[in-house]
């Protein structure tokens, strides 16, 4: 492709200064793209983005439901490939203002619906999504609208920031807290475009007060929304499109810390062998692959060869629009080289200004990741996982406990606020982890769920494993298959030069029931390509079932290992494995009301492990590595904190 090619292709994202931003604020070196190349990707990601606005179109001219982010979005889709004619653009913005309500004495005065034409999803947060592309699009493209519809816009922008400024208000039931990341970052980013767009200075202070609040929170407390491969896109929008919009030296330095921190703790936790942000997860639609919307921001940068262009949405015309300002940001040369390291132990902690927070922990080398939380997050979290070099469409393996006999994250449930989403039981998990051994211990609850025939633990497991050894024997997981096994049972599996193998120290049935566990590959598995080890804790007719505590004890260990004929080191690893000492009892406390569960193991060439979870009141009383008391750090590298005067800074 020639330089005049590449301009061409540009002035369809943009315009022509985008070519001469990206050359002037591209990735340094090392990470494996040029700015040449980076046009390319987002001229990619500009053809995909026409996809959709094709699917909106049609949606109006059949006139089914749209989504309000969508015609907004898309409107500053449509002024970017055409500038010179902006009727559809401003069609398309008309809507979304005409459905904004603009009674100044209504309770919900400045809020915009979630959808047009149905009001099944009721969305505390649509006046965020709605609103997101509206400040730049005022800012950077309002000349290019007729004055009519210019000014028209204009009016309604005061009853979004009243919606806006109440959704975060002390007064609102509804507040969005500080730890509510995605939505508090998305606010105060609409605050202060939208406050520019007017020059309502009031509006923008408050946008910068929010975004220093934000900071210092995250200095305390860390990252309460985890990463999250599907919000931490959001965050990183919100952050770069505020940052590329802004003048101001102090608000400027806030949102350059702002992002630096959160792409440290991306460079952090990128694991090279699938490209992708490894570890446990927050919030994670795809229970299978782990994939989301940060994955674009991989891809632009650099640091993933895999196009998501395919799964692109129209929000992420923000994204575009913000790498299009001279002042864009990308990560820098330090955390480049962070994602780069050949091995990282990653310590952080989240949500500790509630007691349900927690710590997170993530060993990451070449060949694989494993990393483990002890706390749960939501009914989309993944706390436990284990990464092995393979396609990024490949399943990690992770564990799902589950009421469908269907894990995979492909059954949704309507939730209260009318959005579908896939749901899982919690874990409520004790975990201790010395780089690759861990111990895992879970306390599962079914008494919440609604009648079922069926609740299972489930280990998710890639189907196209190299090699799999099921109590000693070698087996195949790619055909439909189920074999039995028992407590005390041992899966290994090797894949792309790593061995993992997994010992079940305990197994409890539920409401009188024996377990059954089972390695299997079923139908619904299969086209995912996924199978599973799965522990039934109950099978049989469908009942409310009454069990509180359902206990799943697992010893895991992950090691890099030689691809040879006769699995060596896979054996000698479900030999270690086999000879570890593993201790686990219940006890009662002193006064005799909490029933106590303590769990210990010794695995080959670690200290041993050792974890006491109180399960009458369902929470970690000890966790020890080799005698000596867990202590996650703040964002921890290593042993090293990347940040240690964010407090201070974040003043």
């Not at 970017?80 to 100044?104: F, I």
């Not at 970052?185 to 910068?208: E, F, M, Y």
Request: aromatic share 6%; proline share 5%.
């Amino acid at each position: 492709m020639t330089i005049k090619q590449i301009t061409t292709s540009v002035v369809r994202i943009s315009s022509l200064s985008l070519l001469l931003c990206l050359m002037m604020s591209s990735p340094l070196a090392g990470a494996n793209i040029t700015p040449v190349q980076q046009v390319e990707r987002l001229t990619d990601l500009q053809k995909a983005l026409d996809a959709q606005l094709k699917t909106v179109a049609t949606l109006l001219d059949e006139k089914k439901p749209v989504n309000t982010r969508d015609l907004s979005n898309g409107a500053l889709a449509l002024i970017l490939r055409s500038p010179k004619d902006t009727s559809q653009a401003e069609a398309w913005l008309t809507l979304v203002l005409d459905s904004q309500n603009m009674d100044p004495a209504s309770p919900d005065y400045g809020a915009i619906p979630w959808r047009i034409g149905s009001d099944k999803v009721r969305d505390e947060n649509a006046t965020e999504f709605a609103t997101e592309s509206w400040g730049t699009l005022l800012l950077r493209h309002g000349g290019l609208l007729s004055s009519s519809f210019r000014s028209k816009m204009l009016a309604h922008v005061p009853a979004a920031i009243a919606a806006l400024k109440r959704h975060t208000s002390d007064s609102n039931p509804k507040k969005v807290e500080v730890n509510y990341t995605n939505i508090y970052l998305l606010n105060s980013s609409n605050l202060l475009l939208l406050g520019a767009a007017i020059k309502d200075t009031p509006t923008i202070q408050q946008a910068a007060l929010q975004f220093r609040n934000w900071l210092r929170h995250v200095s305390t407390f860390g990252i309460h929304e985890y990463d999250s491969p599907t919000y931490y896109g959001v965050d990183l929008k919100a952050l770069e499109i505020a940052y590329s919009n802004t003048l101001d030296p102090a608000l400027r330095k806030t949102l350059k810390l702002s992002l630096d921190y959160l792409w440290t703790d991306i460079a952090a936790n990128y694991f090279p062998g699938r490209m992708s942000l490894s570890g446990p997860h927050s919030r994670d639609y795809d229970f299978l692959t782990g994939r989301g919307s940060v994955g674009m921001n991989l891809w632009i940068e650099g640091w993933s060869e895999k196009s998501n262009t395919k799964k692109a949405d129209l929000q992420t015309v923000v994204l575009l629009e913000a790498l299009s300002s001279p002042s864009a940001y990308h990560p820098n040369e330090s955390i480049i080289k962070i994602a780069e390291l050949p091995e990282k132990l990653v310590s952080t902690t989240w949500g500790k200004e509630k007691e349900d927070g927690g710590d997170r922990w993530n060993y990451v080398t070449p060949g694989f990741a494993v990393g483990s939380s002890s706390e749960d997050f939501g009914p989309q979290d993944k706390p436990i996982v284990w990464e092995l070099r393979n396609s990024a469409d490949e399943p990690v393996i992770s564990l799902i406990p589950d009421v469908t006999d269907n894990p995979y994250g492909k059954l949704k449930t309507e939730e209260k606020d009318g959005h579908s989403k896939p749901h899982h039981v919690p874990l409520h998990p004790t975990t201790v982890q010395d780089r690759g051994a861990m111990l895992v211990m879970l306390d599962l609850n079914p008494e919440h769920e609604e009648e079922t025939a069926s609740f299972a633990t489930n280990l998710i497991l890639p189907q196209n494993a190299d090699a799999v050894f099921w109590n000693g024997k070698k087996t195949s997981l790619t055909a439909p298959n189920e074999i039995p096994g028992d407590v005390g049972s041992i899966l290994a599996i090797r894949k792309g030069g790593a061995c993992v193998g997994f010992r079940i120290f305990e197994a409890a049935g539920a409401d009188g029931h024996s377990p059954r566990i089972v390695l299997k590959t079923d139908s619904d598995g299969a086209k995912e390509h996924a199978s599973r080890l799965a522990i039934y804790h109950y099978q049989g007719k469908a009942q409310k079932l009454e069990s509180k505590h359902v206990r799943v004890g697992i010893a895991s260990v992950i090691r890099n290992c030689k691809t040879d004929g006769d699995e060596t080191d896979l054996k000698r690893l479900i030999d270690s494995l086999s000879s570890s000492d593993i201790r686990s009892e219940l006890s009662r406390d002193l006064n005799l009301h909490n029933q106590i569960w303590s769990a210990s193991v010794r695995l080959a060439g670690h200290p041993v492990l050792m974890a006491v979870r109180n399960m009458t009141e369902r929470k970690t009383l000890d966790r020890k590595i080799g005698g000596k008391p867990v202590k996650a750090g703040h964002l921890s590298i290593n042993g090293k904190e990347m940040f240690p005067d964010l407090a201070k800074t974040a003043k």
